[in-house]
């Protein structure tokens, strides 16, 4: 610091942003959880359609065929699934 063109002494600016940080820290994890979950949330509902779609009608199939192989009975066939 000057006065008159005369140095009277120094300032020295001191700071901690080591809260900021940990706000924005805590705002980032947050966000990552909350992505985490409705990601999740979405998979969920997509292996739910899929399942109904693809594995059903295979189990139905894996039926079948189990009597099939129990019974002897090989006039027996598969019903066809309806699609869509």
Same mark, same amino acid.
């Given at each position: 610091?000057?006065?008159?063109? *005369?140095?009277?002494?120094? $300032?020295y +600016?001191? #700071?901690?942003?080591?809260a900021?940080?940990?706000?924005? /820290?805590?705002?980032?994890?947050f *966000?990552?959880?909350?992505? $985490?979950? +409705?990601? #999740?949330?979405?998979?969920?509902?997509?292996?739910?359609? /899929?399942?109904?779609?693809?594995?059903?009608?295979?189990?139905? $199939?894996a039926?079948?065929?189990?009597?099939?192989?129990?019974k002897?009975?090989?006039?027996?066939?598969?019903?066809?699934?309806?699609?869509?």
């Open positions: 610091m000057r006065l008159d063109n *005369a140095k009277i002494g120094t $300032l +600016l001191r #700071s901690n942003y080591g900021v940080y940990a706000g924005l /820290l805590h705002l980032y994890l *966000a990552l959880a909350a992505v $985490l979950a +409705l990601s #999740s949330a979405i998979a969920f509902a997509i292996s739910s359609q /899929l399942q109904r779609v693809i594995s059903v009608p295979i189990q139905k $199939l039926e079948t065929a189990g009597i099939i192989a129990a002897n009975d090989y006039t027996l066939r598969a019903e066809k699934m309806e699609s869509g």
